[in-house]
């Protein structure tokens, strides 16, 4: 039964992004072409690393960073859900249970994360860089990321009032993690405490592992942000029932 609540809230939003599926596809295109021609053709050309060009490692932060902006997109709707529509409290009402209903939320989110991703690596290719990684390691990352940052979402979502008090969260967390957590540049030139302020974060984990493959600690941290997001998501929808 949890299961199938869980596959009945994926199912509807997956209508919803089959319907609109063409125009996602688009706009997922448009920032990772601007990123790689800017930064991969344009600035990288002037870069020389020992690990390579400058695009193939452009190439995963870009994955990161675009997986963390997708998947919070894809949940900002709960928050009109709530607000705007009233509709949240049908699904509270339903016989669902809340659990399923986040996982069914921040699972969509991550399905929409895994195709951008697979637009992305496939401009990435026709741009000519060169994609070394393992499979699984980064299909767990990119599902580990996704649902850290979809679960982010759905928390705000609960919480604030309007849309710029939703924009907020993007600009003062989600911003300084696109451009600080090892997406554009490698963390170790930074200052000592700089640095170790960023190492907490999930992005840079999740850059730091998309380039270099497994590593237990960053993978674990990764773990438990998404576990205790999703838990404090679930704990924070079932107060609106209260």
Not at 76 to 85: G, I, K, L, N, P
Not at 94 to 103: N, T
Not at 104 to 118: C, F, H, M, N, W
Request: with cysteine; charged share 10%; hydrophobic share 55%.
């Amino acid at each position: 039964m949890f299961l199938y609540d869980i596959a009945t809230v994926m199912w509807r939003d997956w209508i919803v992004l089959r319907r609109r599926l063409k125009k996602f596809i688009l706009s997922r295109l448009v920032t990772p072409v601007l990123y790689l021609v800017a930064f991969g053709w344009g600035l990288g050309r002037n870069i020389n690393l020992a690990s390579g060009s400058y695009m193939d490692f452009l190439v995963p932060g870009i994955v990161a960073l675009n997986t963390m902006n997708v998947s919070y997109m894809s949940v900002t709707t709960v928050h009109a859900e709530r607000v705007y529509h009233k509709s949240l409290e049908e699904y509270l009402s339903a016989p669902i249970e809340p659990a399923a209903f986040v996982l069914g939320k921040v699972l969509s989110a991550v399905v929409r994360a895994l195709i951008s991703t697979a637009l992305i690596l496939g401009v990435a290719l026709s741009f000519g860089a060169s994609l070394h990684f393992e499979p699984l390691n980064f299909l767990t990352v990119v599902v580990l990321n996704s649902i850290i940052f979809a679960s982010v979402c759905f928390c705000a979502a609960l919480k604030v009032q309007t849309y710029e008090e939703l924009a907020q969260v993007n600009t003062y967390l989600l911003m300084p993690m696109s451009f600080l957590c090892g997406t554009f540049f490698s963390t170790a030139e930074l200052p000592p405490l700089i640095r170790g302020v960023i190492e907490l974060l999930p992005l840079t984990h999740t850059s730091q592992l998309l380039r270099a493959g497994f590593n237990a600690p960053s993978m674990l941290i990764l773990l438990a942000y998404a576990t205790g997001l999703l838990w404090l998501a679930t704990r924070l929808f079932k107060r609106l029932s209260a």
